[in-house]
């Protein structure tokens, strides 16, 4: 079986987490940023591998926020005295789906008292593993989207799709031009400061716009700047949003590329019928890896191939 178009994981931890039997295992617990979640699409799942600490007595966890005291919408939990809790009793993998109410929940910050984190929270329990699975291209928003006069609120989705991506990964928007001035921005700060990278021709207030002549594709090449600035309430006003603005136009096509532009896809890492075979790492030319970096790979064990990305 060769590798095609396969979902990426988008780590969330770097080592495991043990969540012990006392204090901190159930407060903080293991905290999670949630703009990884409130950037996501609906549908997206969140996973977290598990084992059974032995020498402890009870083994149980949860997925919540509001400083522990909130469990997210669906999760299966009600033991314990929240009735929050799910009791497990051997190592196992759970996997959450991302709906419209988890995000609704964790941007409503009077129901969540303005926690930033996703908890997983318990005792008795190691988290080896957390991660998102992620498409190598996601749509952003739904499409068509009429721009004929949208400077606000413009196009939203979250700054987490900038803030949580790599350097060198594109966001592309497809557009259908309707008049003679149309224009566009990509912003945060309400609409008031251009996002680093992006960089129009013409001087709008505390932003630059750029117009568009005929119908065609712009794309964004995500930049380290951008990174490491979206996510200051300095610079984006406590904008949770990355805003296209704009008007005289349709945007056909709005997607998230996980790639850095001119990267091919590997068609020569091939599974192994042995699922006992050990992890190996490959780089998108196909060339085996021992110690990876930053970046994304293919990790091979056995017939399962995925792509990882170390951050």
């Given amino acids: 079986m060769a590798l095609s178009a396969i979902a990426l994981e988008q780590p969330l931890i770097d080592s495991p987490v043990s969540l012990d039997n006392g204090e901190t295992g159930w407060y903080p617990g293991l905290c999670l940023d949630k703009t990884a979640f409130t950037s996501a699409q609906p549908g997206t799942v969140f ?19 509001n400083y522990s005291n909130t469990k997210l919408p669906d999760f299966d ?30 941007n409503d910050n009077g129901a969540i008292n303005y926690d930033n984190s996703v908890r997983i929270c318990g005792e008795g329990v190691t988290i080896t593993r957390a991660y998102l699975s992620v498409s190598d291209e996601e749509s952003l928003a739904e499409c068509p989207i009429d721009m004929t006069n949208n400077w606000w609120p413009g196009t939203e989705f979250g700054r987490g799709v900038i803030t949580s991506a790599e350097a060198g990964w594109r966001i592309v928007m497809d557009y259908e031009v309707n008049s003679d001035e149309a224009a566009f921005s990509m912003t945060t700060n309400y609409g008031k400061t251009n996002i680093p990278g992006f960089i129009g021709s013409v001087e709008d207030g505390t932003r630059t716009n750029m117009p568009l002549s005929e119908s065609g594709s712009y794309t964004y090449t995500i930049t380290q700047e ?36 001119g990267s091919s896809g590997i068609t020569d890492v091939v599974a192994d019928d042995n699922n006992n075979a050990p992890v190996e790492y490959y780089n998108l030319q196909g060339v085996k890896v021992i110690n990876p970096s930053n970046g994304i790979y293919i990790r091979r064990q056995g017939s399962k191939v995925i792509k990882v990305m170390f951050k």
């Avoid at 996973?47 to 926020?65: D, K, P, R, V």
Wanted: charged share 20%; with cysteine.
């Fill in 226 to 261: 951008a990174i490491d600035k979206l996510p200051s309430s300095d610079f984006n006003g406590w904008d949770g949003s990355i805003r296209i603005i704009g008007q005289g136009f349709n945007i056909t096509k709005l997607v998230l590329v996980r790639s850095v532009s």
């Fill in 77 to 106: 939990g009600t033991a314990g005295e929240k009735e929050m809790n799910l009791d497990v009793n051997e190592d196992g993998v759970y996997n959450y789906t991302i709906t419209s109410e988890t995000i609704s929940l964790l």
């Fill in 47 to 65: 996973t977290f591998e598990y084992t059974i600490n032995e020498a402890s007595e009870g083994h149980s966890f949860t997925l919540c926020t």
